[in-house]
């Protein structure tokens, strides 16, 4: 990688937390191949468990990612959350009328 490859962020710059999710994902994924590149000599258990560390973190913000991805077409009409929401608000009806004094 070279330093064009890296860019300063600004933390009053405005974005979407899919963008952010994007940036934190890049940054451990270059840390993951930073250690994937180390030669074997050179490796300790302590970069094996960091290694192990910053993929489940960059797994995990892909996930996220992928959720929020999803959103837009996950939360209209007809889909789960919909229907979800919609139960929920039944179920608040048909118990409102039945609390005991």
């Given at each position: 990688?070279?330093?064009?490859?890296?860019?300063?962020l600004d933390l009053s710059?405005?974005?979407?937390?899919?963008?952010?999710?994007?940036?934190?994902?890049?940054?451990?994924?270059?840390?993951?191949?930073?250690?994937?590149?180390?030669?074997?000599?050179?490796?300790?258990e302590a970069d094996v468990?960091?290694?192990?560390?910053?993929?489940?973190?960059?797994?995990?913000?892909?996930?996220?990612i992928d959720i929020l991805?999803?959103?837009?077409?996950?939360?209209?009409?007809?889909?789960?959350?919909?229907?979800?929401?919609?139960?929920?608000?039944?179920?608040?009806?048909?118990?409102?009328?039945?609390?005991?004094?």
């Amino acid at each position: 990688m070279s330093e064009s490859d890296f860019r300063t962020l600004d933390l009053s710059e405005v974005g979407t937390r899919l963008e952010r999710y994007n940036e934190l994902r890049e940054v451990f994924m270059m840390g993951v191949e930073m250690l994937k590149g180390l030669h074997h000599a050179h490796r300790s258990e302590a970069d094996v468990l960091k290694l192990g560390k910053l993929q489940n973190a960059a797994d995990a913000i892909q996930g996220r990612i992928d959720i929020l991805s999803k959103f837009p077409s996950g939360s209209g009409y007809g889909s789960w959350l919909q229907l979800t929401i919609d139960m929920i608000g039944r179920d608040r009806q048909l118990t409102e009328g039945t609390d005991e004094k």
